[in-house]
């Protein structure tokens, strides 16, 4: 089965390259480098041993998109492209509702024309919004809480108006919660522009010396330590769940939906104290006021993925701190040589 990942040289498509290409299916991937490189493709090329044909082009620019899918028999879509940082999406809104939604668009226009019926979309636990009762089903109210999260509803409803009207569509809409960590060779992995908004990239990029100290967005939430509680997943089990969905997709599902989380809560604190025990330092941090926008606590009920999908996250928080402080100490400039 040939797969067209859009996205496919950024993070978490990177890793499920590496997993669609274990189970042999065919990929090719189609990216406009704008928050990634080439050299991710290449490296998973040499992780795998496999190729992988690769298209730099712009999902705004439909003529080169449909012909794309004329040279290309797809059987399915993954669906990653799209810009992704909360904070710049309250800033330049046009930029991030013409990115994401027009170019969404476009290519469920060249789906339809090719007859290409089964995608599975890279949607977010933002869409939930701030949830009140935890752990967070599918079932939860629906929320948009900034213009990012606001192109993820809307790409969501517009998939299940699509659906509505045409029920020959096989569509896996997937909930991420908070994807941390690398591959375990280090050959892959976050590789954020400029200051990571998120995280673990930043505690990264602090116990690689590249940054000074952490901040710590407020410790005086309703939570045991007093700072963010958050459901983070192995990017490589997220990656593993995007298989699991093409594989649903092949018994003509519908329109489904799963959270992808692990259903534990951390801490800001309890991530630092496994950073530093993944990178044997001690990582200087200080106590900042509370982020704009961050709820307290989040995290995931991933039982029906667990049901439906036959998919479960195995990793815990000791691997990803783990696997990230080797992507990034092996790397400490990221991709770039
Ligand atoms: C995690 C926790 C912060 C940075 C975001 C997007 C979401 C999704 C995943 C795309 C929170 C705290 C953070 C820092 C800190 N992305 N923090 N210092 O906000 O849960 O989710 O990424 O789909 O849409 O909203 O992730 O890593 O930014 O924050 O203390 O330098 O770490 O307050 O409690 P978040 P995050």
New binding site residues.
């Given amino acids: 089965m040939k797969i067209l990942v859009t996205g496919g040289a950024g993070y978490i498509a990177s890793h499920t390259n590496v997993e669609l290409l274990k189970e042999d299916y065919e990929v090719v991937v189609l990216d406009n480098l704008l928050n990634s490189v080439e050299e991710s493709i290449h490296r998973v090329e040499a992780l795998t041993g496999k190729e992988i044909t690769f298209y730099q082009t712009d999902l705004l620019n439909e003529e080169a998109v449909d012909a794309i899918f004329r040279a290309e028999k797809f059987d399915a879509v993954i669906h990653f492209a799209g810009l ?1 940082a ?1 904070g710049e999406s309250c800033r330049v809104p046009l930029l991030y509702f013409d990115n994401n939604l027009t170019g969404t668009i476009n290519l469920l226009k060249c789906m339809d024309r090719y007859g290409v019926k089964k995608l599975v979309f890279s949607s ?1 636990a ?1 869409v939930y919004g701030h949830a009140k009762e935890m752990p967070i089903t599918e079932e939860a109210p629906l929320f948009a809480m900034n213009p ?2 606001r192109t993820k509803l809307i790409i969501e409803d517009m998939l299940r108006d699509i659906y509505a009207s045409d029920n020959s569509w096989d569509i896996a809409l997937l909930r ?1 919660f ?1 994807p941390i960590g690398a591959h375990e060779s280090g050959d892959i992995g976050e590789d954020p522009n400029g200051i990571p ?4 990239p ?1 505690i990264a990029k602090v116990a690689v010396g590249a940054l000074d100290k ?5 410790n005086d939430y309703d939570t045991p330590d007093g ?2 509680i ?1 459901d983070y997943i192995h990017v490589v089990d997220l990656a593993i769940g995007h298989v699991k969905a093409i594989e649903k997709l092949s018994s003509n599902p519908g329109l489904v939906t799963y959270n992808l989380g692990t259903g534990v809560g951390y801490s ?1 604190m309890d991530i630092i104290k496994n950073y530093e025990a993944a990178c044997g330092k001690e990582l200087p941090f200080v106590i900042d006021p509370r ?1 704009p926008g ?1 709820a307290a606590v ?1 995290y995931s009920d991933a039982s029906k993925a667990e049901r439906e999908l036959g998919w479960t996250a195995k990793r815990g928080i000791k691997e990803m701190c783990e696997d990230s402080w080797r992507w990034q100490s092996k790397n400490p400039q990221g991709y770039s040589k």
């Fill in positions: 992704k909360v977010s933002t990012y999260g991420y908070n908004n998120n995280l673990v930043y952490i901040h710590v967005f407020g700072t963010g958050r800001v982020r961050d989040c």
